[in-house]
């Protein structure tokens, strides 16, 4: 049985789409209940509307406070029956009573090689600037610390002198499309578990994927990520 979940997004949603893509071939195990979003205008909602899922939108900024609206987006995820919340590019914390409701439940991405230029927007522009050798992207839980929940996967590219935030955050993107929606297949699968802050994926009899090129990603990509 595919695992019902649901994404939550504030933006342009290509991870929520790369997601979508992978359901509709066959390839992620997952039954998309629902996107949310809390930006009127946000991409992600015709990206939901064209594959035919289910959307909800409500504007944080007519609610009096971050729980009240987190109460709403809470009563709307428990609605759909959703048994993962993935957030794909979602721009506001979220509140403990939200992580109480989905414990351990929660996923995030996070452009960056964790817990290196973790807590902020910036994270490309500031490894850049900061002049590391490699960047990335980590897929981990959420926690209430931003950016600190126990790790499932990561991708690191190389990150030149040369680059600016386009053409860094071209790789990082390419990589995030691929190890997000392979994290929440392993999740489907059952085969995540985690102890303290060490995440374990259980190994599977199938092939790998093609190592992309230039990157490392660890654990290993399987085939059709």
Same mark, same amino acid.
């Given at each position: 049985? /595919?695992?019902?979940? &649901?994404?939550?997004? /504030?933006?342009?949603?290509?991870?929520?789409?790369?997601?979508?893509?992978?359901?509709?071939?066959?390839?992620?195990?997952?039954?998309? %209940? @629902?996107?949310?979003?809390?930006?009127?205008?946000?991409?992600?909602?015709?990206?939901?509307?064209?594959?035919?899922?289910?959307?909800?939108? #409500?504007?944080?900024?007519?609610?009096?406070?971050?729980?009240?609206?987190?109460?709403?987006?809470?009563?709307?995820?428990?609605?759909?029956?959703?048994?993962?919340?993935?957030?794909?590019?979602?721009?506001?914390?979220?509140?403990?009573?939200?992580?109480?409701?989905?414990?351990?439940?929660?996923?995030?991405?996070? =452009? !960056? @090689?964790?817990? &290196?230029?973790?807590?902020?927007?910036?994270?490309? =522009?500031?490894?850049?600037?900061?002049?590391?050798?490699?960047?990335?992207?980590?897929?981990?839980?959420?926690?209430?610390?931003?950016? /600190?929940?126990? *790790?499932?996967?990561?991708?690191?590219? =190389?990150?030149?002198?040369?680059?600016?935030?386009? !053409?860094?955050?071209? %790789?990082?993107? &390419?990589? #995030?499309? %691929?190890?997000? +929606?392979?994290?929440?297949?392993? *999740?489907? #699968?059952?085969?995540? !578990?985690?102890?303290? %802050?060490?995440?374990?994926?259980?190994?599977?009899?199938? +092939?790998?994927?093609?190592? +992309?090129?230039? !990157? @490392?990603?660890?654990?290993?990509?399987? #085939?059709?990520?």
């Amino acid at each position: 049985m /595919s695992l019902p979940i &649901a994404i939550v997004a /504030s933006g342009n949603g290509t991870n929520a789409q790369a997601m979508i893509d992978l359901m509709h071939k066959g390839i992620l195990d997952v039954d998309i %209940r @629902l996107i949310f979003c809390n930006r009127p205008n946000a991409r992600v909602i015709e990206r939901a509307k064209a594959a035919g899922i289910p959307w909800q939108m #409500e504007d944080h900024k007519l609610y009096p406070t971050r729980e009240a609206f987190d109460a709403v987006m809470i009563d709307a995820l428990k609605k759909s029956g959703a048994e993962l919340v993935v957030l794909a590019g979602y721009m506001r914390l979220l509140t403990r009573s939200f992580l109480d409701a989905f414990k351990n439940r929660v996923v995030n991405i996070h =452009p !960056s @090689l964790l817990p &290196a230029f973790g807590g902020g927007v910036h994270a490309g =522009p500031d490894a850049l600037a900061y002049g590391v050798k490699l960047s990335g992207c980590t897929v981990h839980f959420v926690e209430m610390e931003v950016d /600190s929940g126990p *790790i499932i996967i990561q991708a690191g590219v =190389p990150c030149d002198a040369e680059d600016d935030e386009d !053409s860094l955050m071209t %790789r990082i993107h &390419a990589l #995030e499309h %691929r190890i997000y +929606p392979q994290a929440v297949q392993w *999740i489907a #699968e059952g085969r995540v !578990s985690v102890e303290g %802050r060490k995440v374990h994926v259980a190994k599977a009899d199938r +092939p790998l994927a093609q190592k +992309p090129c230039d !990157s @490392l990603v660890w654990p290993p990509l399987e #085939e059709g990520f």
